[in-house]
C-alpha cells in the first residue's frame, strides 16, 4: 500500500436519516443542488435518441449512444422547476412528506415495488424517471396523489407542478419474509444508491462514479439524470435499471441487474464518454463512516466504544493476496494506494459483528452491509485508493474507495466497465485464510518502567483467527513476517491466546522522526502462508 499525505480539506459527506431511508451523502463544499430554474429547454442532441426508440430490445446500445452524443457537446446543467417552497423546505418538513405504499409501481403485479421520493429541501434537481415493459416506454408524471403531506408539510400540498420530476426512488422485495416487502435499494443524489441484504441495515453507499476525489481543484459529481425502470414478470427476482449519467467532464449509461438474496448483488456495467480530460477518474467507488474504533488512539469523550459503518478496507490483488487495512481517522487528510493489474476484486467491510462492541441501540452498527466489487472482464492496470477524511462527527461519511485505471481519460475517449457488486454481512467463501479481527496500538512502554520511552514508541497487537490457524497446536512454530518502509521493529512475537482460537501477532514500533510506516505483516507455518496480510500506516501525528 502506497500512501501519501494531503492537506485536510473539508470533503464530508453529510448524512441524516429519513424513515427507512437515509438522505444520500452529499459533500459540504459542494451543493450540486443548489439551481432554481425555468423548466428545461428542448436539447437537440438529446433528442437525437427518442424515447421510444430507447424501449426497443436495443435500449442499452440506444442510451449509450445518447450519452456518446452528449459528450460532444458542452455540458448543461439540470434546469430545475421547483418552487421556491419546497426548494427552501426545512427538514422536519421533507419528513413529513410520505409516499403512499399504496401508489407503488407494479403494486400486486410483481415481486418488486418502486416508491418515489418528492423533490424539494436537499433534493433541488429532480430526476427523470421512465417505465419499460410490455409497452412502449413512458415518462412517469408527478402526480400529489402518490404523496402525504403531513404536519409541517400540510401547506406544501398542491403546490409542485405535473413536470417536476421525483427526487429517487427506492426499490421493495420480500427480502426477508414473504409477508412483507422491504426496502433494500434506494437512488437518490447524484450517483448515490445503496443495496442491502437480509437482517442488514443502510449504511455505506456506492456510486456510479467518482471524479477528481481528493485533488486540489475539488471533486465533480456525476449525476443520474434519467432512469428506465424496466418491469419485471410477475415471478421474477431481478430487476434491470438504465440510467443516464451526466455531469461536466464526463457522460455515460448505465446497467444494473440487481438480484436480491443472500446475499444481495447487482450486476453492472457503465459506458463512459468524456467529456473533458479528467485528472482522476474514481471506478465502482464505495463511501463509508468511520469515527472511531479498536485502533484509534485519539480520546474520544463517549460511552460507545466504537462508532464506524466500515471498518477495514479489504482487497484481492491479482497476486492471490487478500490484503487488509485497517480505517482510521486521522488527524489531515490521507490518501493510500495499492496498485495492481486486473485486480481480483476490494471493498469496504463491517467486520466486527459484536453489539458490545458497539453498545448502540439507535444506530445498529454492527448491522451495517459490507460492499465488494468484482470486477468482470480485463480493467488493466491501475490502483484501488483509499480516502480518510479527518471528521468529528459520525453523520460525516468520511471515507471513499475506488479504482483509479492507469490510463487517464482524455476528451473525446471512452472506457466500459463492467464489475458485480455483493452487498453482504462481513464473510467472504472466496477468502479462506486466517483473518486480521482486531488491531490495537498503544504506547510502546513496559509498565513500570524505570526509563520509559518516548509516547511516539509504539505498540501493535493484530489478532487473527479462522483458517488452517483452527487446526494447529499451541506449540505450532507459527512465524509473523513484517516489513515497514521506515522506523526500526523490535519484540515481534506471536502466541496463541486462551481463547485457543485466536492468534496474536505483537511488535514495537519506533518511527523515524515525522516519516510515517507503512507496513506489512502476515502469520506463515514454515513455508506456508496462513492469513490475510495486515496493511497498515502509522503516521507520527497520530498521537
Known amino acids: 500500500m502506497t500512501c501519501k499525505s494531503s492537506p485536510t480539506q473539508t470533503l464530508f459527506l453529510s448524512r441524516r436519516w429519513l424513515s427507512l431511508c437515509a438522505l ?3 459533500l459540504w463544499h459542494h451543493n450540486p443542488l443548489a439551481q432554481i430554474a425555468e423548466p428545461p429547454k428542448p436539447n437537440p442532441v438529446q433528442e437525437s435518441a427518442t424515447l421510444t426508440d430507447i424501449a426497443k430490445p436495443g435500449l442499452f446500445d440506444a442510451l449509450s449512444e445518447r450519452a456518446r452524443k452528449l459528450a460532444k457537446h ?21 419528513r413529513a412528506i410520505r409516499f403512499r405504499p399504496e401508489a407503488a409501481l407494479w403494486r400486486g403485479q410483481s415481486l418488486f415495488e418502486i416508491q418515489l421520493f418528492h423533490p424539494g429541501f436537499l433534493y433541488r434537481e429532480p430526476i427523470i424517471l421512465h417505465t419499460a415493459g410490455d409497452t412502449p416506454e413512458s415518462v412517469l408524471q408527478f402526480k400529489q396523489a402518490f404523496f402525504n403531506y403531513d404536519g409541517p408539510a400540510a401547506p406544501l400540498a398542491g403546490l409542485a407542478p405535473g413536470n417536476i420530476g421525483f427526487a429517487g426512488f427506492r426499490v421493495h422485495y420480500p427480502l426477508n419474509s414473504n409477508e412483507y416487502k422491504d426496502e433494500f435499494l434506494v437512488f437518490q443524489g447524484a450517483s448515490y444508491f445503496r443495496l442491502i441484504g437480509p437482517g442488514l441495515l443502510y449504511g455505506l453507499s456506492a456510486r456510479g462514479l467518482a471524479i477528481d476525489t481528493a485533488e486540489p481543484k475539488g471533486e465533480e459529481f456525476p449525476v443520474f439524470r434519467e432512469f428506465w425502470l424496466i418491469k419485471p414478470a410477475a415471478e421474477e427476482n431481478r430487476l434491470v435499471i438504465y440510467a443516464l449519467l451526466d455531469s461536466p467532464s464526463i457522460s455515460g449509461a448505465y446497467r444494473f441487474e440487481v438480484l436480491p438474496g443472500a446475499p444481495t448483488e447487482m450486476n453492472v456495467e457503465a459506458r463512459l464518454f468524456a467529456r473533458q480530460d479528467i485528472v482522476k477518474l474514481g471506478v465502482a467507488p464505495l463511501t463509508s463512516m468511520f469515527m472511531w474504533g479498536e485502533n484509534h488512539t485519539r480520546f474520544v469523550d463517549d460511552f460507545r466504544p ?80 483509499l480516502v480518510e477524511i479527518p471528521s468529528d462527527s459520525e453523520t460525516n461519511d468520511n471515507l471513499v474507495a475506488y479504482w483509479v485505471p492507469a490510463k487517464a481519460m482524455k476528451a473525446g475517449s471512452s472506457a466500459t466497465y463492467s464489475y458485480r457488486l455483493r452487498s453482504f454481512d462481513h464473510f467472504l467463501p472466496e477468502n479462506a485464510g ?4 482486531r488491531t490495537r496500538i498503544g504506547w510502546g512502554a513496559n509498565p513500570g518502567q524505570a526509563d520509559p520511552p518516548p509516547k511516539s514508541k509504539r505498540k501493535f497487537v493484530v489478532d487473527f483467527r479462522g483458517g488452517e490457524l483452527d487446526n494447529l497446536s499451541p506449540d505450532a512454530p507459527i512465524e509473523a513476517v513484517l516489513q515497514q518502509s521506515s522506523g526500526n521493529i523490535s519484540e515481534l512475537t506471536v502466541r496463541r491466546l486462551p481463547d485457543d482460537r485466536t492468534w496474536r501477532a505483537s511488535f514495537k514500533l519506533e518511527p523515524d522522526g515525522n516519516n510515517y510506516a507503512d507496513m506489512r505483516l502476515f502469520l506463515k507455518l514454515r513455508d506456508q502462508r496462513l492469513s490475510e496480510v495486515w496493511s497498515y500506516v502509522w503516521y507520527p501525528d497520530a498521537l
Do not use: C, T
Request: hydrophobic share 35%; no cysteine.
Open 434 to 437: 486466517a483473518k486480521v479481527i
Open 24 to 26: 444520500p451523502f452529499l
Open 74 to 94: 458542452d455540458y448543461e446543467p439540470i434546469h430545475a422547476n421547483i418552487p421556491s417552497e419546497l426548494a427552501d423546505m426545512d427538514y422536519d418538513q421533507y
Open 306 to 385: 466504537e462508532v464506524h459503518d466500515s471498518d477495514g478496507l479489504l482487497v484481492a490483488a491479482s497476486n492471490g493476496e487478500w490484503i487488509w487495512r485497517p480505517l482510521s481517522n486521522h488527524r489531515m487528510l490521507r490518501v493510500s494506494s495499492l496498485s495492481d493489474e486486473n485486480p481480483r476484486g476490494f471493498g469496504l467491510l463491517q467486520r466486527d459483528r459484536d453489539f458490545e462492541h458497539y453498545m448502540d441501540m439507535e444506530a445498529r452498527y454492527e448491522l451495517r452491509p459490507s460492499m465488494w466489487i468484482m470486477p468482470q472482464g480485463d480493467w488493466g492496470k491501475g490502483r484501488i485508493e
